[in-house]
């Protein structure tokens, strides 16, 4: 039967392209949360099939179609945040797939030889690409959807998210490979004779990977659980409607937000952490302007001096101004300790493209305005690494929205000897969609348990509208009770890893990273170069 299947696909051309991109989309859709399903391991195989039997021009059009539609699955809720995307984002990444997709064709057609590899190395290579930079939008990543596969996950403490995602992607294409032989009418016996390498180094590949997950696992689990210290971080869980203005609601989102963080007094946590810019003002500055006695402080006061009425620190969040009217997403961390506050500041390193900023965008003030006046581009990246010390003397940092998806980010954390991390984040704008609203919520998570696993540190995530959670460093979780779009305080136990302890990916950073987008680069401009006059493809054009 499954023969019959094959002969079908291979005799009819179009419906072919049709099923296997259909199959590629829907497949590694239902892999990433929501649905969480186990197909990524076999999800490219459909793609891979089809790709190597396809001309470039019938690549080019099949890929950006379905590569648009696999972007509108998967992020179609960015549409909520800015409808631009839909025009602008989408159509950006799905020309990057398009890409990929020709320069793995072209490689595999021009040395076949190469067919294996050819499609880990350039398609991570692309999905690297889409992460950095400006654009760079590094989310639901091969590596994400092992969220609930740690076992497979494990192994980001060496070669990070993009060295497991070159794993699952070998595994599928191995499967492939084996699928194209058959697909030439080869017995059984010279199948497997042809292909045994292949299903060998495969197999092997993905067994050693699981092997040292069980063996992570299993040391790791006992260390956390037994030998760890753990901190008390109330996560605060507001839900603020991202519609709603501070400025018309400052006393009644105050008088709520001071009774929330009053109320777990009786829990004794050792760090209060509110979500993202929670006190949407310039908090510092109009204290410094007006006094902090002065009657419109009179609720900025009264968040400093919690920290001596818990006698706990509190991490507040809001807009902070610098040097050249810069603008940034900030934090403070208040304490009260001999007698006397101390505040210690950090602003948001990566900051959302088009969300936050556009490079240059203040130097033309008619598109400043535009920008300023849909909600975009008004904040500045900070520069500093700012490390906090808990009131038990333990070292913490803290990533603002989705700078707790980029481990790279992290690991210059560690290296400033960072014991675990805070999270503060807002997906309020969510609340734009009645349907799928909860979709980035878990996403969000999702795409944060690669970075627990990669620097070994634990990551307490205070989220506007949920999912409020702990990533600890094998990326188990203790999901907050607080339910999405709901309200509520949850005081979680957080691991605190010795300064001590790097991981190899500490230690190793992004060379392995540079390493395959190197060699994914080395071996499409080979095949160009021996190329020549460029007939291999245009023969297969």
């Known amino acids: 039967m499954l023969k019959n299947i094959f002969n079908t696909l291979r005799d009819d051309y179009k419906k072919r392209n049709i099923i296997c991109f259909s199959l590629w989309v829907v497949l590694t859709t239902l892999s990433h949360s929501m649905f969480d399903l186990p197909f990524i391991w076999i999800s490219f195989i459909p793609l891979i ?72 190395l350039v398609w991570t290579a692309i999905e690297i690409f889409r992460s950095v930079g400006f654009f760079g939008f590094r989310w639901n990543t091969p590596a994400d959807a092992l969220w609930k596969q740690l076992i497979f996950l494990q192994s980001a403490d060496m070669i990070g998210a993009w060295g497991v995602s070159f794993i699952v992607l070998f595994v599928n294409a191995g499967i492939a490979e084996f699928l194209l032989k058959w697909d030439k009418g080869l017995s059984i016996k010279d199948l497997w004779k042809k292909n045994f390498m292949t299903l060998y180094i495969t197999l092997f590949v993905f067994l050693s990977n699981l092997a040292y997950g069980f063996s992570s696992m299993y040391l790791w689990e006992e260390l956390i659980d037994k030998k760890l210290y753990r901190e008390r971080v109330a996560l605060i869980q507001p839900n603020r409607p991202g519609h709603s203005s501070w400025y018309q609601e400052e006393a009644e989102l105050s008088e709520k937000y001071l009774a929330m963080m009053r109320s777990v007094s009786n829990q004794d946590p050792d760090l209060l952490l509110q979500t993202e810019i929670m006190l949407s003002t310039h908090f510092w500055e109009n204290i410094e302007a007006r006094g902090i006695d002065d009657p419109r402080n009179k609720y900025l006061k009264q968040f400093v001096e919690l920290a001596k009425e818990l006698d706990t620190p509190v991490m507040l969040t809001h807009f902070t101004s610098g040097e050249n009217n810069k603008l940034y997403n900030g934090a403070s961390l208040v304490t009260f300790t001999n007698n006397a506050y101390k505040v210690e500041k950090y602003n948001k390193i990566h900051i959302v493209p088009f969300g936050e900023w556009i490079p240059g965008s203040q130097n033309w003030p008619w598109l400043d305005n535009l920008l300023s006046n849909i909600g975009a581009a008004w904040a500045s990246p900070g520069e500093d690494l700012t490390v906090f010390t808990s009131k038990n003397g333990l070292k913490f940092a803290l990533l603002i929205c989705f700078e707790d998806i980029y481990a790279i980010l992290a690991r210059l954390f560690v290296n400033e000897g960072v014991q675990y991390f805070v999270n503060s984040t807002n997906d309020g704008w969510a609340y734009k969609w009645k349907l799928g609203a909860k979709a980035p919520l878990w996403q969000h998570l999702a795409n944060t348990t690669h970075t627990a696993i990669s620097v070994r540190r634990s990551i307490a995530r205070s989220v506007n509208t949920g999912v409020s959670a702990v990533v600890d460093p094998m990326g188990r979780m203790d999901i907050s009770p607080i339910k999405e779009y709901e309200e509520g305080i949850y005081v979680a136990e957080v691991p605190a890893m010795p300064i001590t302890h790097k991981t190899q990916y500490v230690l190793w950073g992004w060379y392995l990273q540079y390493f395959i987008f190197f060699l994914a680069t080395c071996l499409s401009l080979f095949v160009v170069w021996t190329d020549k006059k460029s007939q291999h493809l245009k023969s297969i054009f």
């Open 49 to 120: 099939y089809a790709l190597h039997q396809m001309t470039v021009r019938d690549i080019v059009k099949y890929g950006f179609i379905f590569g648009y539609f696999y972007y509108f699955c998967t992020l179609y809720w960015l549409i909520a945040f800015h409808e631009i995307s839909a025009f602008f984002v989408f159509p950006l990444y799905a020309l990057y797939f398009t890409v990929g997709m020709v320069l793995i064709r072209y490689i595999g057609s021009r040395f076949p030889q190469f067919r294996l590899i050819a499609f880990p």
